[in-house]
């Protein structure tokens, strides 16, 4: 086992785009390729990324108009991590829970040569899957905490129950507490 390496397991066949690409035309090839990110490519080098998340946050952020204007690699992140295809597996295991990320870019020659995924690892030794859950529940418990001090931060709240009088409404934040619009009027 400590023979195989991430060449050895990794995608070869990665979807690719240019830098050019707008966001709309980005949705559609994930769509259409069923794939939950694209890795920009320039002359065979890895210039970026884009995932779902992205073209959702500009979905919201911005119209429809600006999702064909703006360009994958405009909100590419700049720093993009990557890995070696002679990365041993573990090592590579090692490097997604450290980063937190699901899939990596493999590059060899400064060039894109394929993208190992916890998938890839999974199908091919199962035995890491308490590790890879552990990696999950990790993700998990740190997004948990960004929901949470975020709604600590939050001056109002959706709809719920009024912890000064009890009864259900739109809440607002007052004095740390998620009340009702005539509780907040009559503190």
């Not at 991430?6 to 709309?24: G, R």
């Not at 998340?53 to 600006?66: C, P, R, V, Y």
């Not at 990696?135 to 905490?145: D, M, N």
Request: charged share 35%; glycine share 2%; aromatic share 4%.
């Amino acid at each position: 086992m400590e023979n195989i390496v991430v060449s050895d397991i990794m995608t070869q066949e990665v979807i690719t785009i240019k830098p050019e690409l707008n966001l709309l035309e980005c949705a559609r090839k994930m769509v259409r390729k069923r794939v939950e990110s694209l890795l920009i490519v320039d002359k065979k080098k890895l210039v970026g990324f884009i995932n779902q998340k992205d073209i959702l946050w500009a979905l919201i952020k911005k119209s429809k108009k600006d999702l064909v204007e703006i360009k994958a690699v405009d909100i590419s992140p700049k720093k993009i991590a990557t890995i070696k295809p002679f990365t041993s597996i573990p090592e590579a295991l090692v490097k997604m829970k450290k980063l937190k990320f699901n899939r990596l870019p493999v590059i060899h020659n400064k060039e894109l040569v394929g993208i190992i995924t916890a998938k890839d690892i999974l199908n091919f030794q199962p035995e890491f899957y308490p590790e890879l859950e552990e990696f999950a529940r990790i993700r998990e418990a740190t997004k948990k905490l960004k929901r949470i001090k975020k709604a600590k931060d939050r001056k109002s709240a959706h709809e719920g129950i009024c912890e000064e009088c009890g009864s259900q409404d739109i809440l607002v934040k007052t004095n740390g507490m998620f009340v009702c619009e005539s509780c907040k009027n009559s503190m």
